[in-house]
């Protein structure tokens, strides 16, 4: 060693000390970081009669596909009203909460009416994280209370409207729905 050299240490070494004190303040941290469980997706054999009877479920990539076909006499007895509910009776369920807690990879829940005819009545797209416990609860209480009590009181229809616009990627059939801008 020279003499310069004497009482200083090496390149090599402060590099190896720098790293070894890096080391050691982030060990603590990345031990508490837990690695993210597997993501998992539904069975698509899982999915059938989940919504019931005459409803067509299947995985589209990442998406739950829900596809129910509206009643014409309903859609005419109602109106636009009715057309624009449609999608958020079956969003807002406990059907589609279990899906989300049950299936980490699920990116969403999407809901498309149609009529007699296969055209589209109202499409809706609910992605996964989008509620939370106390936004779920809320949600399919106003489902409940519109798919019970709405023929009576349609202001409970219209609330459930409301919100499901608000959370929600949304389109309405021209035929069923006109724009008003």
Same mark, same amino acid.
């Given at each position: 060693? =020279? ?5 200083? $240490?090496?390149?090599?070494?402060? /590099?190896? +000390? @720098?790293?070894?004190?890096? #080391? #050691? /303040?982030?060990?603590?941290? &990345? ?7 597997? &993501?998992?997706?539904?069975? !698509? =054999? ?14 589209k ?9 509206? *009643? ?7 109106? @636009?009203? %009715? ?5 958020? $009776?079956y969003? +807002? ?5 279990? #899906? ?6 699920l ?5 498309t ?6 055209r ?8 996964q994280? @989008?509620?939370?416990?106390?936004? %779920?609860n809320? @949600? $399919?209480? &106003? ?8 023929? !009576?009181? *349609?202001?409970?229809? #219209?609330?459930? $409207?409301?919100?499901? !616009? !608000? ?9 069923? /729905?006109?724009?008003?801008?």
């Amino acid at each position: 060693m =020279s003499r310069s050299s004497v009482g200083r $240490i090496p390149e090599r070494r402060g /590099v190896v +000390f @720098a790293a070894f004190a890096c #080391l #050691l /303040v982030a060990a603590p941290v &990345l031990s508490g970081c837990a690695a993210e469980p597997g &993501l998992t997706l539904p069975e !698509e =054999s899982s999915l059938q009669g989940m919504y019931g009877e005459n409803v067509q479920v299947s995985l589209k990539g990442n998406v739950v596909d829900v596809v129910v076909g509206q *009643p014409a006499d309903q859609l005419r007895r109602g109106g @636009a009203t %009715w057309a624009k509910v449609g999608p958020y $009776i079956y969003l +807002f369920s406990p059907q589609t909460r279990k #899906l989300f807690e049950d299936y980490t990879g699920l990116g969403g829940v999407r809901v498309t009416t149609v009529d007699g005819r296969d055209r589209l009545v109202a499409r809706a797209l609910l992605p996964q994280g @989008a509620l939370n416990s106390v936004t %779920w609860n809320k @949600a $399919i209480g &106003l489902a409940g209370r519109a798919r019970l009590e709405g023929t !009576e009181r *349609p202001s409970y229809i #219209l609330e459930l $409207i409301d919100y499901g !616009e !608000e959370l929600v990627e949304h389109e309405y059939g021209s035929d069923y /729905v006109k724009e008003t801008r």
